[in-house]
């Protein structure tokens, strides 16, 4: 029996060309759903990751964050304790003043001069005394400048010419003066300086 194609030709492979061009299509399309998911499962790992790695670096932060505190309040207390360090030195070193005080005026006043008071006000020292002669109060006053490591800015404040009457009943012309001066800070001496005796009244001429 013989069999006769009676569709055109030209229909026939265009019709062929369709169904290849659909098949295609499909494949693409399943081929472009496979791409996606790949794709989305793979941005799903990453964004996994990335979540793991922020949530490692919050509990690295929180913990540096603790530490910080912990080196601030340790800094605190440091500094708390400097500051109870400096307090009990500065109380140490008033507390020696006085004798670091009396110890320096003994030092400094030349002979002929008698000391008859001392006060301290803060860091001003207010000196009276008698002296044989002007020149000793000058001398005096140039020895708390330029000489003393405790007294500095020395300032006369009177002098005057009284009479006196010595321990021989003798009548002697002697000066009364008062002055002022400050007193230095310095670094405490490494051995305590000893505290003077009588001689703080002043020096025999």
């Known amino acids: 029996m013989i069999l006769i194609n009676l569709l055109p030709h030209r229909e026939e492979k265009r019709a062929a060309r369709k169904r290849a061009f659909f098949v295609a299509l499909g494949v693409a399309a399943v081929v472009g759903v496979v791409v996606i998911g790949i794709w989305y499962s793979l941005l799903e790992q990453l964004t996994s990751a990335q979540q793991a790695r922020n949530a490692f670096l919050k509990t690295e932060i929180a913990k540096l964050e603790a530490q910080i505190k912990d080196i601030a309040n340790l800094r605190n207390e440091i500094e708390a304790l400097k500051a109870r360090q400096r307090a009990v030195e500065d109380l140490q070193t008033n507390r020696n003043i006085p004798v670091y005080l009396l110890d320096e005026l003994v030092k400094q006043t030349p002979e002929g001069i008698y000391l008859t008071a001392v006060k301290q006000n803060g860091s001003i020292v ?58 230095k800070r310095p670094a405490a001496p490494g051995g305590a300086s000893s505290a003077p005796g009588g001689n703080a009244a002043g020096k025999s001429a």
């Not at 400048?145 to 010595?166: D, G």
């Open 126 to 183: 207010t000196v009276t005394g008698i002296a044989q002669t002007n020149e000793r109060v000058s001398e005096f006053l140039r020895n708390t400048q330029y000489n003393s490591k405790w007294l500095e800015r020395p300032e006369l404040v009177e002098i005057k010419a009284v009479n006196m009457i010595t321990a021989n009943k003798e009548q002697r012309r002697l000066f009364d003066f008062s002055m002022r001066v400050t007193m």
